[in-house]
């Protein structure tokens, strides 16, 4: 199943491939529940009116979005080039533990063919492509989108301590276009692609895959809600295994296009 977010004139509606829910559900609600629960009951409902209003970004204003750091060996080299302190990444890279950070809140976050945007005293910004995984509030994986973690490589290269300024601004994060719901074991080995367009050009061209990752996606699960509670969900980017290179920025009317799955996510970037 596929789970949508949508403006009307009656306000934001969720809908369920591709029909509107009765206006009382939400996706707080949903992740409120087991996850063999919410399948049973979309699966009870009566079909809704088509949905086809403009798609919002999948989840309420007040959920939470967090990011796990350095989980592909890609991410790792490219830490480890921009900083002074590269040894930082490299133990985090072998930890135990992972590196986990607060990326934004619902209300913050931008949709499909929303703008995305780079920092005023930022001269190095990218894009980062992230499985992102949706988490009910029994700690389960219950599906996954796809999300932009738009950085600024040169904050947080100059002092690791700098890493919030680095990835939570405006226009900073992306998620959409929808959630596809599926167990943890059918997103391990998914294709992420990345296109970067400019002035009708490719200027960045990339593919990986989730199997990738250094870290299983239960593990970075079990860290984030180890100490935390999550009564409504949460949603959680698993890090990047695509970075330009080191020569490449962001500018003002780049299109962003992030593939994950059979999901696509698209935003142009606003200066």
Known sequence: MYITRHQTVNGPLWAVDGHFLPQP???????????ATMVSMLHALPVGETAVHHLLPPLDPDHEVWAAGVTYRRSREAREHESDVKDVYEKVYSAERPELFFKAVGWRVMGHQMPIRMRQDSFWNVPEPELTL?????????????????????????????????????????????????????????????????????????????????????????????EMDFPYGAFLMTGTGLVPLDDFSLQPGDKVRITIGSLQLENTVHG
């Open 134 to 226: 949706v988490i009910n509030s029994s700690k389960e994986i219950v599906g996954f989108c796809v999300g932009n973690d738009v950085s600024s490589r040169d904050i947080e290269g100059a002092n690791p301590l700098y890493l919030p300024q680095a990835k939570i601004y405006n226009g900073s994060c992306a998620l959409g276009p929808g959630i596809f719901l599926a167990e943890a074991d059918h997103v391990v080995d998914l294709a992420i692609q990345m296109d970067i367009v400019r002035a009708g050009e490719i200027v960045y061209q990339g593919e990986t895959r989730s199997s990738q990752m250094k870290r299983s996606l239960s593990e970075l699960v079990h860290y984030l809600t180890q």
């Open 25 to 35: 559900i939400n996706l707080k609600t949903l992740l409120a529940m087991p996850s």
